[in-house]
């Protein structure tokens, strides 16, 4: 692995007027060597997918590459025309994209799909493309590839759809795969899947990858070496065993320090306060000066050289030139968190009780529209919640954590059980009898940007529940009112004359969360509130969710499926899997000691930063069965490794380890992990 297969020198890249443009990749020097996982990161706007579309020559109208040189192996790819760029694309250097619902092609089957591929670039004649498509899509580890071929894109699950990307990509038998955060939307299980697929396809092809992504933990797990990237520039590079060890550049260490974990609990999480700058200007200092905790004078007006550390590991910044590195080493260590004070005692009053859930959904079929069956979306979840602590419910995508969020709430009509807010029944209440208890129960949606309308103003968005509920009827008073809440939640009271779409990601999640605060609840479904957030931008939100639950004794139901942010933030967790709780209980005993085979699973397939803490990965074979036909017995019987033949018989039923631990299983005694 010493060969060299990518060179970039000096990558610059335009968008936009010459006179305005904006320089969205400004200098940028890497290599990529035969076999090796190298990895580019860095938050939201820094340049990371800009960079990838420059190297494939696929930018968006307005962009143009104005200077440098791309070279795979002998060939300049900058000075090839677009017909012979093509011959090179998708076949010697290929790339997933990062939404593959959105990147494969509604109307046309998987098989035509990668069928096209497979006929462009291997050249085979149409009785032999069929018979490629099926060894591609085994080698992607797709179940069944004969019946798969005639399905289209929305027949399949999210980890499907990415493996179907990857045939693709594979159909030209690529030098070099560009994964363009190939994992971000999907859950812990399938992402590990996938990178388990890249990883054995790269080992028996000696492909390179060059893998863009802002989580740290998968860079940690899979990446060789790393590059940071800050406002179209590099800022660092390093080994990965290096760079995890002890980054060099004050950006690298404060998104080090962003990552959520258990023993950061007590503590406030590291920001990094603003945002990366427009890029349609000139610099004259360090692009990351203004939101820089060390920051010298010569930071401002001086463009920082890049400083080479050591074999590999190079930064860009003044801390480290001439004879600073003593005090670079000095300066650039964190400060100790703040402590948060202790939040809810352990026998906070209980708000909300729900029993045996269910919220099914009919299956309707023929003319005449007649029920022909029900799918189980939630299938008898029980939970309990109380004032100033956090509930946290996980799973696979599908499980039926945003239902069992919406049933409760009673934004969608459960089927059956309770569900009692401080002892009323909120359950059969019809709209006029639930709305004065709208009040108290408030929901932060996944989407802030499809959770706003983007017709309104943010101070009407904000204020629209208390004119709906006749708490507060006149607009000075409204007004008066959001701009409290827009302090609260860390903006500016301008941001109340501004639409949705002018804000950053994280900026939309705290009006979000603003406009779930302006009725006073005392309970609030937070439904992957930072799914989609930066580490950066995840650390305000979780400070923020903190500071307010101390603050006002809030209770938070935390749908996710980071186990990280339910490290550091919640209470309690309960494990879904297809409309049941498998496993509930403190927070520390689920996750230091899980019981449930699925939860093992689960836990062992999230990436970790520290090499000490990772569990070898617990493959889970199949897919998720489906809630409108689950198997009989225990549901998880079908893909659990430890799984007997009474398991296939009898669901198990509630096993109690503990005055609030339980476990459904039957071997939940002896599933304990050794201290």
Not at 456 to 483: K, T, Y
Not at 524 to 532: F, N, W
Request: contains cysteine; neutral net charge; charged residues 20%.
């Amino acid at each position: 692995m010493t060969d060299i297969l990518l060179e970039v020198e000096r990558l610059t890249t335009d968008i936009g007027p010459a006179d305005t443009a904006a320089r969205v990749v400004d200098g940028l020097d890497l290599t990529l060597r035969e076999g090796e996982t190298f990895a580019l990161l860095g938050e939201s706007g820094c340049g990371k997918s800009m960079t990838a579309l420059s190297l494939m020559r696929l930018l968006p109208p307005g962009g143009r590459i104005s200077a440098g040189a791309v070279r795979l192996a002998d060939t300049d790819l900058l000075r090839l025309t677009e017909a012979q760029m093509r011959g090179v694309r998708g076949g010697r250097m290929a790339m997933i994209f990062q939404e593959p619902q959105t990147s494969l092609n509604p109307v046309l089957t998987i098989g035509e799909q990668i069928g096209e591929a497979v006929r462009v670039h291997e050249g085979r004649p149409a009785r032999l493309v069929e018979e490629r498509v099926l060894e591609l899509l085994d080698a992607v580890g797709i179940p069944d590839p004969a019946r798969r071929i005639a399905e289209y894109p929305h027949q399949l699950s999210g980890g499907m759809k990415q493996r179907v990307m990857i045939a693709m990509a594979l159909a030209g038998d690529p030098q070099l795969l560009i994964a363009d955060e190939p994992t971000t939307a999907l859950d812990v299980t399938i992402q590990a899947q996938v990178l388990r697929l890249l990883k054995e396809l790269q080992q028996s092809t000696e492909m390179a990858v060059l893998l863009i992504t802002h989580d740290l933990g998968v860079v940690a797990e899979t990446a060789d070496r790393l590059a940071v990237m800050y406002a179209g520039q590099i800022v660092e590079t390093a080994s990965v065993a290096e760079f995890f060890a002890a980054p060099a550049h004050p950006y690298s260490r404060r998104l080090m320090d962003s990552l959520p974990s258990a023993a950061k609990r007590e503590a406030r999480l590291a920001v990094i306060p603003g945002r990366v700058p427009p890029l349609d200007q000139t610099f004259v200092g360090c692009r990351f000066a203004a939101r820089c905790a060390d920051v010298l004078p010569e930071c401002r007006g001086q463009v920082p050289e890049w400083t080479v550390l050591g074999p590999g590991h190079g930064v860009r910044c003044h801390l480290w030139s001439g004879d600073r590195s003593g005090i670079a080493a000095l300066t650039l260590i964190p400060p100790p968190a703040e402590p948060l004070p202790a939040v809810g005692p352990e026998g906070a009053a209980g708000l909300l009780e729900v029993q045996d859930l269910a919220v099914h959904f009919p299956i309707h079929r023929g003319v005449f529209r007649r029920v022909v069956g029900q799918v189980r979306a939630v299938d008898g979840v029980s939970l309990s919640l109380q004032a100033g602590r956090t509930l946290a419910l996980v799973g696979e995508s599908g499980c039926g954590k945003t239902t069992a969020g919406l049933g409760l709430l009673q934004l969608i009509p459960p089927t059956g059980g309770s569900v009692r807010y401080l002892g009323r029944e909120l359950r059969g209440l019809g709209y006029w009898r639930m709305r004065p208890f709208r009040k108290d129960l408030q929901i932060i949606f996944q989407d802030p940007f499809a959770a706003m309308n983007p017709r309104m103003l943010v101070g009407d968005i904000i204020g629209e529940g208390l004119q709906a509920l006749g708490i507060e009827r006149s607009r000075a008073g409204r007004m008066q009112r959001v701009a409290e809440l827009l302090d609260l939640v860390g903006m500016a009271p301008e941001a109340a004359d501004r639409y949705p779409h002018e804000f950053s990601g994280g900026q939309r999640q705290r009006l979000c969360i603003a406009r779930a605060l302006a009725v006073e609840p005392k309970l609030i479904v937070c439904d992957e509130p930072t799914s989609a957030l930066d580490v950066s931008v995840q650390a305000q939100i979780l400070n923020l969710l903190k500071d307010l639950q101390d603050r006002l004794g809030l209770a938070y139901l935390f749908i996710t499926h980071n186990i990280s942010v339910v490290s550091y933030l919640a209470h309690e967790v309960a494990v879904m899997y297809l409309g049941r709780v498998v496993e509930r209980g403190p927070v520390d005993q689920v996750l230091d000691d899980p019981r449930h085979p699925y939860t093992r699973a689960l836990l062992s397939a999230v990436p970790v930063v520290d090499a000490a803490k990772r569990r070898a990965v617990i493959r889970l074979e199949g897919d998720m069965p489906s809630p409108a036909n689950p198997p009989t017995g225990c549901y998880f019987h079908p893909r659990c490794p430890e799984a007997i033949a009474e398991c296939s018989r009898v669901y198990p039923g509630e096993t109690r380890l503990g005055a609030d631990r339980i476990v459904h299983c039957l071997r939940a005694a002896e599933n304990s992990v050794p201290a």
